[in-house]
């Protein structure tokens, strides 16, 4: 089993709410610059004919993630049983020690440092801590219901198998476990 998120392009409003919830879940002051997610503004079109979409961005947990390969130190890893990706924090050389080849290796600028000297990477994990009873904690916090997360086999069956999204570049080899409605 592999697990993902869906995201509904059409839905968000750019309103953070998930960013603020994972923060508080994951006890990360709202102050703090790192962000385990981020809400992209996708700016398009010229006047009069304008257009404004939000894309969320997080960890993908690919099915081949370059992150692993890009840590010196192996403390990256994925759970065979899910496919979540994770860091072992303990085992991370943190931001000085290996010039964060883990954020130069992922396409998609996903791991995270804090601003502290000697930062080691943090990023999302799906909310192992809650997973499987529970979804992630930005997906019960949208008020927009714009995000969902579970098995991929059944967000396709339920979403479709769309992997296309406005300002998203989708890997092929590296295979990140999303599933989009786009904008409209």
């Known amino acids: 089993m592999r697990v993902g998120f869906y995201f509904d392009q059409s839905r ?9 919830a994972c923060k508080d879940w994951h006890d990360n002051s709202v102050f703090e610059p790192m962000n385990w997610i981020r809400i992209k503004k996708i700016e398009k079109g010229k006047f009069p004919e304008v257009s404004l979409s939000y894309l ?3 960890c993908f947990h690919c099915l081949n993630p370059a992150c692993i390969k890009g840590c010196p130190e192996g403390a990256i890893k994925k759970i065979k049983d899910n496919g979540i990706v994770v860091v072992d924090r303990d085992i991370c050389l943190g ?7 883990c954020l130069s290796a992922c396409p998609y600028d996903v791991p995270a440092f804090g601003g502290e000297h000697g930062a080691k990477m943090e990023k999302c994990d799906l909310c192992l801590d809650r997973w499987p009873e529970k979804k992630p904690i ?8 714009a995000l969902d997360a579970g098995p991929m086999e ?16 989708y890997s092929a080899n590296m295979g990140p476990s999303i599933i989009f409605t786009k904008s409209a």
């Not at 968000?12 to 603020?20: A, R, V």
């Not at 059944?154 to 570049?169: I, M, Q, S, V």
């Open 12 to 20: 968000c409003s750019g309103c953070n709410t998930c960013i603020i």
């Open 138 to 145: 930005c997906v019960e916090a949208c008020p927009m219901r």
């Open 56 to 58: 969320f961005h997080t």
């Open 95 to 101: 931001g000085n020690g290996c010039d964060r080849l």
């Open 154 to 169: 059944e967000l396709t069956a339920k979403y479709g198998p769309n992997h296309k999204a406005d300002g998203f570049f």
